[in-house]
C-alpha cells in the first residue's frame, strides 16, 4: 500500500474501519484478493514478481497486516521484498506481535518500510524499519500513513484523517463512502509539499490519494476497505482500477 487510513475504537456500530490505496507500476503483474492456496486462511492479492501481498487478512484468526514502503532518499533494493514480509506475519502459529519482534529484529533485510499489523478484533501495531524502530501499541482513533512515518502530516494524511472522521460522525459507514476518499485526485499545493528526495514534479503528483500517470506507467492499482462490526461480521472489499479507473470489485465476508 501507499496510502492508508484507519478508524480504531471511533464507531459503535464499526470498531474497526480502514480503507487504503495500493500505488503500483501499471506493469507489475498481480492478482486481485483471493484466497490463497498455499497459505490457509490467508486473504489477499498478491504481487507475482514476488509472491507476497501488500496487504493481507487471515481469516481463522482474524490477523492482518500491511505495508508501506518509505520516501525518503534511500536505496529501494534490498535483500527480501517487502512483500514478503506480509505473507510471513499473516501465514504464522505465533502471536502478531512475537511475528512483529522477528521482523524487527530481521529490518535490515527490508528497503524501507512501515507496517500495521494485528488483530481485526484485537491489539493493533505500528512499526517501521526508518521510522519507530520499536512495535508500537496503536491508540483508539483515526490514524493516516503513506510514506512518512505514522500519522506524519502530510496533505492527504491529514486530508484523509478529516474526511474519514467525518464520514464516521455522520454515520456514513459502507464501501462507497470510504471508496470516496480514496479517489481524490487534487494535487496539494507546493508549499505543503514534504521533500524527500524525488523532485518536485513526483513530489506534486504523488501528493494525491489517488494517483493516475499513465506517462510514467504508475498510479492507484486497488482500493481495499475492511469493516469490522460490533457483531463480529468482518467485511473486506477490494477495487482494482485500469487507467484511472474502476474496473471490478471483490468481496468477502469472514
Not at 208 to 219: K, R
Request: proline letters at 4%.
Amino acid at each position: 500500500m501507499c496510502f492508508a487510513l484507519m478508524a480504531l475504537g471511533q464507531h459503535a456500530d464499526y470498531p474497526f474501519v480502514l480503507v487504503a490505496n495500493r500505488d503500483e507500476f501499471y506493469a507489475r503483474p498481480a492478482l486481485a484478493m483471493h484466497e490463497w492456496a498455499d497459505a490457509d486462511g490467508v486473504i489477499a492479492g498478491r504481487d507475482l514478481e514476488s509472491m507476497g501481498s501488500w496487504l493481507a487478512v487471515n481469516k481463522q484468526d482474524r490477523r492482518f497486516a500491511l505495508v508501506t514502503n518509505v520516501r525518503d532518499g534511500t536505496p529501494q533494493t534490498a535483500e527480501r521484498s517487502r512483500g514478503l514480509l506480509i505473507r510471513d506475519l499473516v501465514d504464522s502459529d505465533l502471536p502478531m506481535v512475537d511475528c512483529l519482534d522477528t521482523l524487527q529484529a530481521e529490518r535490515g533485510r527490508y528497503a524501507g518500510f512501515n507496517v500495521l499489523a494485528g488483530y481485526l478484533d484485537g491489539a493493533m501495531y505500528y512499526l517501521s524499519n526508518r521510522n519507530v524502530t520499536e512495535v508500537t501499541p496503536l491508540v483508539a482513533g483515526v490514524h493516516g500513513l503513506s510514506n512518512a512515518a505514522l500519522d506524519t502530516p502530510w496533505p492527504k494524511v491529514v486530508k484523509g484523517k478529516q474526511r474519514l472522521a467525518g464520514l464516521l460522525e455522520a454515520g456514513m459507514v459502507e464501501p462507497e463512502s470510504l471508496f470516496s476518499i480514496m479517489v481524490d485526485g487534487e494535487i496539494a499545493p507546493d508549499e505543503q509539499l514534504p521533500e524527500t528526495g524525488i523532485g518536485l514534479d513526483k513530489e506534486r503528483w504523488l501528493s494525491s490519494a489517488f494517483i493516475d500517470q499513465p506517462e510514467f506507467g504508475y498510479g492507484t492499482r486497488c482500493t481495499m476497505v475492511i469493516l469490522v462490526g460490533s457483531d463480529g461480521k468482518v467485511e473486506l472489499v477490494e477495487r482494482t482500477f485500469e487507467g484511472g479507473g474502476a474496473v471490478s470489485d471483490v468481496c468477502f465476508e469472514v
